[in-house]
């Protein structure tokens, strides 16, 4: 039954965060690009609950829940400060070059790392005591925030290093593409 669930409720998580991004961005392109943000998280959960050998379960699915949005969040976090430097530039004349596209996406990088930091590390220090409890209920509790676990440290790192670089590319062919014309 928990599997039927979960057939019509990720999908309709995914796609309610999908139309709110939407809604908040007015870009398709970047709803997409902090949607990429949900498998990456997803990478470190599933590793996780590997290696402590979990199956899964409700508690495991409502923690993978609860990853997808930190996920979001923390992915939105960085496209903010990416599209605020790569406008700064662009408003300055100074998106012309690859060297130009790449400043402008170290600027931004640079910028969101301690914000990107602190709601991942946040996070992850809030979940260190369930992870290390023991005793009535915690078998439960490791379950559900396990994926949460191991899915914000593959996030900070997957975040910090690869939506910049499909930022700085799907910017780059757009601003060379205008410039083009």
Known sequence: RMQ???KLILPLTLLLIFGFLYFSMRSIGQSLLV?????????GGILLMWILGYSTSVAVWAGA???IGVAVETASIMIVFLESAWRRRRDANQLKSGSDFQAATLEGAMHSLRPVLMAVSMNIFGL?????ATGIGADVMKRLASPMFGGLVSLALLTLFVIPVVYMMKESRLALRTVKK
């Open 4 to 6: 039927n669930r979960m």
């Open 128 to 132: 260190l005591p369930v992870m290390m």
């Open 35 to 43: 949607m990429v943000a949900v498998p990456l998280s997803l990478i």
């Open 65 to 67: 829940i609860a990853l």
